[in-house]
């Protein structure tokens, strides 16, 4: 399998959702995706690349008060039929660099605590897999109804 990292331009909006999608539905919430297409184009993206696109990394700088500047993993996701492959540690590699070189102070990430082979893949790179925070939010309508 020849697979090519790259940065996403606005041609593979179409195919990104349709993996946030796939994650969504993996992470038993599939009706907690309501970000359109022109929304989740509008975000802007990079270069052009031909292939399938077959997972994704979303990533962004996230201050910490204790710790400064983070990589902050938002999603990320290799298609299941291209899962074993080696695809996942070569993205994964990919962010751990960007993290690096960048010049962050580190690099954070959320994971559900029933994702075991999510949990076993990180593990593998000896990561610091937290427990105790609970998430908090809030939905759109609910900041236009609070304040």
């Known amino acids: 399998m020849n697979v090519t990292i790259k940065v996403a331009v606005k041609e593979d909006c179409i195919r990104l959702l349709e993996l946030i999608n796939e994650l969504a539905v993996y992470e038993k919430a599939p009706e907690e995706v309501t970000v359109t297409l022109t929304e989740f184009i509008d975000a802007g993206f990079g270069q052009?690349?031909?292939?399938?696109?077959?997972?994704?990394?979303?990533?962004?700088?996230?201050?910490?008060?204790?710790?400064?500047?983070?990589?902050?993993?938002e999603d990320f996701l290799v298609t299941d039929a291209c899962r074993g492959k080696g695809v996942g540690k070569l993205l994964f590699e990919k962010v751990i660099e960007e993290a690096k070189?960048?010049?962050?102070?580190?690099?954070?990430?959320?994971?559900?605590?029933?994702?075991?082979?999510?949990?076993?893949?990180?593990?593998?790179?000896?990561?610091?897999?937290?427990?105790g925070w609970l998430n908090a939010s809030f939905s759109k309508e609910q900041t236009k109804n609070l304040v």
């Open 101 to 131: 070189n960048g010049n962050y102070n580190g690099m954070v990430w959320q994971v559900l605590d029933w994702n075991e082979p999510a949990i076993n893949f990180y593990n593998k790179y000896t990561a610091a897999i937290e427990s």
């Open 48 to 73: 052009k690349e031909n292939g399938l696109i077959i997972g994704f990394a979303l990533f962004y700088t996230r201050y910490s008060t204790w710790k400064g500047c983070r990589l902050y993993l």
